[in-house]
């Protein structure tokens, strides 16, 4: 892979935009815009649900490449985590539906037991991280990916014979807290984090794992520390996009968070390209739209009802085959290491060239 | 005393054939340094094959001894051939690239292969669960008591091939020159390429080898399990894969043993404890090996070299 250290010393200072605001910018531009999309949306609820799960993905696929992306890791249980995050959020809004703060308005009090649903998740999401991480990030990357799998999959046996998750029906009747804006405001959260991790020293150490481990611990690196709290916040953001997950879907069973969503979502971190933030959520935002968009397609050109519903069997092995030709034509991902502000202008300074 | 005894058979009984396919993985990884997600979705096409041949032979010629020859072979030619085109195409143009690449191209095809599986376009069979075809007929041959210990004569002919099939290697391994080679290549494969070993034939080789005994446990399991399914892979897979891991990955007697006690802690859960509770065990037993022990059982942690 191309070394990420020139894209990172390029990326410093220069630049139309300073990088102190380069993190929050999006942040500021955007919220107005979100609340805007919010009451636009109000009277779709398809548009709001699939925007919610764009979002979702999102966090899941920026949270899973600071660790198979930044630290070279490779997880493959993310979806695990998200299920963690999902069903203690889930667990805790169903347990807390009856109570409102009486200081604040119902719709106010509500959000703030949202947020502090999603929070717990997100906490024991990250907990589970710590704990799976400890023993298996000592180990070489391979083994952390099948460790990861086989916590997905316990993950999977436990809430299947737990009563209180519902077993294998799964939990429903979770309030529907959940909005866009929320959804987005945590992508913008996760987004941010990302990018300031990578800029920092912090950032240059997990990018030092990734490229050399033993170099890396010949430098002083603290190989182990760096690599399970990349792991740790990975998870957290996992977590969280369970939680909101949970809140607005009418149902979640074990069937959610199975290898199919983590394999979606290490899918995504590839395509985009190992490292690259904004890699990620291209990813995912074209790879959640486009089985939807075929289905649509194909509904739309009246074929019958089974080719629609083909789209989605399809889809696994054509991810399947996608990783590897990838591998084979261009293991990088798209952006590579680069993020999209790095890559755009090149592309249209060379279509201005081509015009003059 | 005679429950413990019918677990303690069925859990070896059910480690032997999953030390088939940890040998598999050990194989490779001790040439190639690669863990081949793919191994247990190759052993499931086999499974298939093995299934379809045995519908063209028919419910006759299936059962008799030849038959049950012929599904064998089937099965495992046509399983190395598939390892083949794998190592050929997929792994060998990442040989020299970082390691991360050809382990997502792993699982790459193995996500392929299992999902792809379940299709129900042309002569793919569909994601629903097939019986597999009585090739031998169960019949009880060793009875203690009033049926208090049961061994099927699968059970005793599953062990007795999965034991021929591990002594065969065994042989391959330390006693041909193919073997000699191979082991070269595991040490190090630049170094026995200047000594004028074909490296590339005899990595081939071991992938085809590994796919061969794969398919070999496949039908054994789909004997013993009445059902093939295009999931079966990456469930035998993994917890083959476990018990290579929990033996010392790259070592074969170690993947037999680690094989072996995975089948009896599996038995003892499902025995004992409940069911349900059988897959999370088996991963939960890998993490605890992992912690206390990293490199397996009989493995040795080496240290990195620069």
């Known amino acids: ?356 | 005393m005679s429950q413990l005894l019918q677990h303690l058979i069925n859990g070896l009984a059910a480690g032997t054939i999953y030390a088939l396919v940890a040998l598999g993985y050990t194989m490779v990884y001790g040439v190639l340094k690669l863990i081949n997600f793919a191994h247990g979705d190759v052993m499931m096409v086999g499974v298939y094959m093995g299934y379809a041949t045995a519908f063209a032979l028919g419910r006759e010629a299936q059962r008799s001894l030849w038959g049950v020859v012929v599904i064998f072979a089937v099965a495992m030619v046509g399983c190395a051939l598939l390892g083949f085109l794998i190592e050929r195409f997929a792994y060998r143009p990442l040989r020299e690239k970082p390691r991360l690449t050809a382990l997502i191209t792993a699982i790459g095809i193995s996500f392929a292969l299992s999902y792809g599986f379940q299709l129900d376009i042309g002569f793919l069979p569909g994601a629903s669960p097939r019986a597999f075809p009585e090739v031998i007929v169960p019949s009880e041959w060793f009875i203690v008591g009033d049926r208090d210990v049961v061994v099927w004569n699968w059970q005793v002919i599953s062990f007795l091939i999965a034991v021929g099939l591990m002594a065969a290697l065994q042989f391959l391994v330390y006693r041909t020159r193919f073997g000699k080679a191979m082991r070269a290549v595991s040490w190090d494969h630049r170094t026995a390429a200047l000594m004028g070993i074909p490296t590339d034939r005899i990595i081939a080789l071991t992938f085809m080898l590994s796919s061969a005994l794969a398919a070999g446990a496949g039908l054994l399991y789909a004997i013993k399990d009445t059902s093939v399914s295009p999931l079966m892979g990456l469930y035998v897979g993994l917890k083959a894969f476990v018990a290579a891991v929990i033996g010392g990955i790259g070592n074969v007697p170690g993947a037999v043993v680690g094989a072996l006690l995975l089948g009896l802690v599996e038995e003892f859960v499902v025995g004992y404890a409940a069911s349900t509770w059988r897959d999370a065990v088996a991963f939960g037993f890998l993490i605890l090996v992992l912690l206390v022990k990293p490199g397996g059982l009989f493995g040795r942690v080496a240290a990195e070299k620069v």
């Open chain 1, 1 to 356: 892979m191309a070394a990420p250290g020139a894209t990172l010393l390029s990326d410093d200072t220069t630049g139309p935009i300073p990088p102190a605001l380069r993190g929050i910018l999006p942040v500021l531009l955007a919220l107005p815009v979100l609340a805007l999309a919010e009451v636009l949306l109000g009277a779709s609820p398809f548009a709001t649900y699939l925007l919610s799960v764009v979002g979702v993905n999102i966090i899941l696929a920026v949270s899973l490449n600071i660790v198979n992306g930044m630290t070279g890791q490779f997880s493959i249980g993310h979806a695990g985590f998200m299920a963690v995050g999902a069903y203690i959020a889930g667990v805790t809004s169903l347990s807390l539906k009856e109570v409102a703060l009486s200081f604040l308005p119902v719709a106010a009090s509500d959000q703030v037991l949202f947020i502090v649903a999603l929070l717990a998740g997100g906490a024991c999401a990250a907990l589970c991280g710590f704990l799976v991480g400890l023993p298996s990030l000592r180990l070489r990357g391979d083994y952390l990916a099948i460790v990861t799998l086989g916590f997905g999959e316990i993950i999977r046996v436990v809430v299947q014979n737990t009563e209180a998750f519902g077993r294998a029906l799964g939990l429903s009747g979770i309030p529907q807290y959940s909005s866009v804006a929320m959804v987005y405001f945590w992508v913008f959260l996760v987004v941010l984090v990302a990018r300031r991790i990578a800029g920092s020293s912090h950032g240059r150490s997990l990018w030092a794992i990734r490229e050399d481990e033993v170099a890396a611990e010949a430098m002083g690196v603290d190989t182990t520390g760096y690599k399970v709290r990349a792991f740790v916040i990975s998870s957290f953001f996992a977590g969280i996009a369970g939680g909101l997950f949970a809140h607005f879907v009418p149902i979640i069973n074990p069937g959610s968070f199975t290898f199919v969503k983590s394999m979606e979502i290490v899918v995504m971190v590839v395509l985009g390209g190992l490292g690259s933030t904004t890699g990620a959520i291209v990813a995912a935002i074209f790879l959640t739209l486009l089985p939807e968009g075929l289905r649509s397609l194909f509904g739309a050109l009246g074929a019958e009802g089974s080719l629609a519903q083909k789209v989605d069997q399809i889809r696994m092995p054509v991810y399947g085959i996608l990783l590897v030709v990838l591998m084979l034509l261009r293991p990088q991902g798209l952006f590579g290491t680069k993020e999209l502000w790095d890559v755009l202008p090149r592309w249209f300074s060379r279509k201005k060239k081509g015009l003059t």
